[in-house]
């Protein structure tokens, strides 16, 4: 991979590691403040409850998208980003393009995907 495109895929996922510090934060507010909420019935409570479940879902989701960035960036200071873990061939560019974390190239994505889902 030539160091133009390298910088490119580095400053895509620095700007997205930004957005997610920002996001977990934001959750983390929200969740603090759900505590100071004063419930009046079942309707406030099953509502909290549910924005609750919400939130903590996306933080956990953000908060694995921002493990694999991370990976991804010790990749890139390593040489070894873009380079599929299970095949050890370059993951294309335009999938990393969609998924700049990638850390598996298509076929080796579905083959980890089938053996997870067994």
């Not at 510090?21 to 406030?44: C, P, R, T, Y």
């Not at 080796?108 to 053996?115: D, F, H, L, V």
Request: proline share 2%.
């Amino acid at each position: 991979m030539q160091n133009s495109e390298l910088s490119y895929f580095e400053e895509i996922l620095r700007a997205r590691k930004a957005q997610i510090m920002k996001n977990i934060s934001g959750v983390e507010a929200e969740l603090d403040g759900l505590s100071d909420v004063e419930m009046n019935d079942e309707g406030d409570y099953a509502a909290i409850s549910n924005d609750n479940m919400v939130d903590t879902a996306i933080g956990t989701q953000q908060g694995t998208e921002l493990l694999e960035i991370e990976l991804a960036l010790s990749k890139i200071s390593a040489g070894t980003y873009g380079i599929c873990e299970m095949c050890e061939e370059p993951i294309s560019f335009a999938r990393l393009k969609v998924k700049p974390h990638a850390r598996f190239c298509i076929d080796c994505r579905e083959i980890a995907e089938k053996n997870s889902a067994k």
